[in-house]
T-cell receptor, first 113, second 113 residues
Framework: GESVGLHLPTLSVQEGDNSIINCAYSNSASDYFIWYKQESGKGPQFIIDIRSNMDKRQGQRVTVLLNKTVKHLSLQIAATQPGDSAVYFCAENFSGGYNKLIFGAGTRLAVHP | SQTIHQWPATLVQPVGSPLSLECTVEGTSNPNLYWYRQAAGRGLQLLFYSVGIGQISSEVPQNLSASRPQDRQFILSSKKLLLSDSGFYLC????????????FGQGTRLTVV
């Protein structure tokens, strides 16, 4: 479910390293998942999505992995850059419902030079 | 192309005063519309979503209400603001009957004093 009452955990990485951000989703019937990036004071921006008939999808420098058995989603960012510093949210959707996105708690990514 | 407009960007209101935040979407028809709230350093909480004019679903009990007087207009309101209503309010949309990502506005930072 939504963990909106929790302070965001922080992942600190060195510039150039790979980052892995994890997310546990709540609804085993969810069939569509999205990763968003939110910079300070702005609305979330779409990064990458994956449907439940896949377990891996790659974009530019990003890869999303889906493990439906344990209801786990991860975002891998290759060669992390200072511009990647932001809060990252996963979101889940169930197409059989009203197509409403439910967000995870979020993770703050801090990239150090 | 589709765009979403949300205003005002920032708002400072006294306790007990009314609230009206407006969101409009351009370039699409029959969108799903959403209001999210984000407390400082926390995740996104879904407040309301709407699948059509006059159709509002409330996700959490609260001091706020939402209305959709036109297909591409979504309004968040309160008759009397509480201190706990402070936060970052985000409007979002996605296409009806399509399992796709939601597109967010730039948000309204509301401070109740």
């Amino acid at each position: 479910g939504e963990s909106v009452g929790l302070h965001l955990p922080t992942l600190s990485v060195q510039e150039g390293d790979n980052s892995i951000i994890n997310c546990a989703y709540s609804n085993s019937a969810s069939d569509y998942f999205i990763w968003y990036k939110q910079e300070s004071g702005k609305g979330p921006q779409f990064i990458i999505d994956i449907r439940s008939n896949m377990d891996k999808r790659q974009g530019q420098r990003v890869t999303v992995l889906l493990n439906k058995t344990v209801k786990h989603l991860s975002l891998q960012i290759a060669a992390t850059q200072p511009g990647d510093s932001a809060v990252y949210f996963c979101a889940e959707n169930f197409s059989g419902g009203y197509n409403k996105l439910i967000f995870g708690a979020g993770t703050r990514l801090a990239v150090h030079p | 192309s589709q765009t979403i407009h949300q205003w005002p960007a920032t708002l400072v209101q006294p306790v007990g005063s009314p609230l009206s935040l407006e969101c409009t979407v351009e370039g699409t028809s029959n969108p799903n519309l959403y209001w999210y709230r984000q407390a400082a350093g926390r995740g996104l909480q879904l407040l309301f979503y709407s699948v059509g004019i006059g159709q509002i679903s409330s996700e959490v009990p609260q001091n706020l209400s939402a209305s959709r007087p036109q297909d591409r207009q979504f309004i968040l309101s309160s008759k009397k603001l509480l201190l706990s209503d402070s936060g970052f309010y985000l409007c979002a949309w996605n296409p009806r009957d399509m399992n796709t990502e939601a597109f967010f506005g730039q948000g309204t930072r509301l401070t109740v004093v």
